[in-house]
């Protein structure tokens, strides 16, 4: 059972929008920054998203982070089948004195 | 270009101290606006924080786990390393090492960045 709630799954069409959740609570999500990583099956994760809306050089302004309040959001834009990957969410937990992650989402480009 | 590479035994017997190692290139362990984390993946898993030494060789650890875990850094070598005791069944899992952003003084704002390829480790006898 993992501290942060995404949906198991999400799946859209090419070239559509999709938005995957993250929940949590006022000691994690509420009090701190969220971090977004996708991960194709097989291989290590990497960064997509930080201090919540923040994008790493060389990713690309389709992906987009918002947060209020307790929730975040992954936001992805112009679908491609590449996108096809497990998305998890990440935050410090200032009660637990722990980074904690949400159990990641598969997106499936239909 | 910052990389990191995972080595340790891929199987350990149950009971028995799982060890790891992450070699570092492209940045120094000791550049102090870094950490350097363990993570973890059971299988059809989400991601676990093991825990993550700062350049002084201070660290921090999930609670969960703080009694069996030792992170340490070895300068020198450019590395850090895990060790996990007393595993079991349940500490099978794809273990992956991570340098740390960010800081944690407020409102954290932690990111993992790069990761490196992720070694498994099963438990088993």
């Known amino acids: 059972q993992s501290v942060l709630t995404q949906p198991p799954s999400v799946s859209a069409a090419p070239g559509q929008k999709v938005t995957i959740s993250c929940s949590g609570s006022?000691?994690?999500?509420?009090?701190?920054?969220v971090s977004w990583y996708h991960q194709l099956p097989g291989t290590a994760p990497k960064l997509l998203i930080y201090?919540?809306?923040k994008r790493p050089s060389g990713i690309p302004d389709r992906f987009s982070g918002s947060k209020s309040g307790t929730s975040a959001t992954l936001g992805i834009t112009g679908l491609q089948t590449g996108d096809e990957a497990d998305y998890h969410c990440?935050?410090?937990?200032?009660?637990?004195?722990?980074?904690?992650f949400g159990g990641g989402t598969r997106l499936t480009v239909l | 270009q910052v990389q990191l590479q995972e080595s340790g035994p891929g199987l350990v017997k149950p009971s028995e101290t799982l060890s790891l190692t992450c070699t570092v290139s492209?940045?120094?362990?000791?550049?102090?606006?870094?950490?350097w984390a363990w993570m973890r993946q059971a299988p059809g898993r989400g991601l676990e924080w093991i825990g993550d030494?700062?350049?002084?060789?201070?660290?921090e650890n999930n609670p969960s786990l703080r009694s069996r875990v030792t992170i340490s850094l070895d300068k020198s070598k450019n590395q850090f390393s895990l060790k996990l005791t007393s595993v079991t069944s349940a500490d099978t899992a794809v273990y992956f090492c991570?340098?740390?952003?960010?800081?944690?003084?407020?409102?954290?704002?932690?990111?993992?960045?790069?990761w490196g390829q992720g070694t498994l480790v099963t438990v088993s006898s």
């Open positions: 030494s700062y350049y002084s060789g201070g660290t």
């Open positions: 492209g940045v120094s362990v000791s550049t102090p606006i870094y950490r």
């Open positions: 201090q919540n809306n």
């Open positions: 991570a340098r740390v952003s960010g800081d944690r003084v407020g409102p954290t704002d932690d990111w993992f960045d790069p």
């Open positions: 006022s000691s994690n999500v509420g009090d701190n920054y």
């Open positions: 990440g935050t410090w937990d200032t009660s637990l004195s722990a980074v904690v």
